[in-house]
């Protein structure tokens, strides 16, 4: 079975295919293996309010590209003292133009300087992550994870991306960003969400049906 998965960021495709590893005769494929090329209409499929509407948006879209069965997620940061904020708007959360790394920065300086004054035990939020599948012109299975934890007043260390060197987890007593990826996953919101989706395309793949 062919799955394509529907982002561009090299990061997410390789934690989505670590986690997808374990679902036997699954040929995943992300956007650039199977020839999609960007569009600037890519920028405009994420206008919603949940992260569950903003998925299907992106799954239906490069269904609708590929004919291929697609996989799409949308992942944020909810923090309690600011109202559930970033949420879906966790990629562009700090004002001005950046991509990548710099956008990465520009978010984690921007957070702590809105939580700034926030008391330790109030820093409390959780990442989300759902997921959308796409088959064809039927409702999308969709699947939530999440995974608590407390922001910090300053990054700590130097692995994962977005806004994992602020998110501690106290059960581990370290960031997103100073976890092995094997910790990450077994904790992650992401990981947590296709684990469930691994389970889903196990089951079709073992019956020779798509999910």
């Not at 529907?6 to 992300?30: C, F, M, N, Q, Y």
């Not at 090329?37 to 499929?45: A, Q, S």
């Not at 806004?163 to 007593?173: G, K």
Request: proline share 7%; with cysteine; hydrophobic share 35%.
């Amino acid at each position: 079975m062919k799955l394509l998965v529907a982002t561009r960021s090299r990061h997410k495709l390789d934690e989505i295919r670590e986690i997808l590893a374990v679902v036997p005769d699954l040929e995943l494929l992300g956007l650039d293996d199977a020839g999609v090329e960007p569009r600037p209409e890519e920028e405009d499929l994420e206008p919603y309010e949940t992260f569950e509407e903003n998925a299907e948006s992106k799954a239906r879209y490069f269904f609708g590209r590929t004919g291929l069965t697609t996989v799409a997620d949308d992942s944020g940061l909810e923090v309690d003292a600011l109202d559930g904020r970033p949420g879906v708007r966790s990629k562009r959360f700090a004002p001005g133009p950046a991509e990548g790394l710099q956008r990465d920065r520009a978010n984690n300086r921007h957070l702590v300087e809105l939580l700034s004054g926030v008391p330790a035990d109030e820093r409390t939020g959780r990442y989300v992550c759902a997921i959308a599948l796409v088959d064809g012109p039927g409702p999308a299975w969709t699947v939530r994870g999440t995974s608590p934890g407390r922001l910090l007043d300053k990054e700590r260390g130097q692995g994962g991306f977005g806004y994992d060197p602020l998110f501690f987890l106290p059960e581990l007593d370290r960031t997103f960003a100073e976890v092995s990826a094997a910790e990450k996953h077994a904790l992650s919101h992401r990981g947590r969400a296709f684990r469930l989706l691994a389970e889903r395309l196990a089951e079709t793949v073992g019956r020779g049906t798509t999910p």
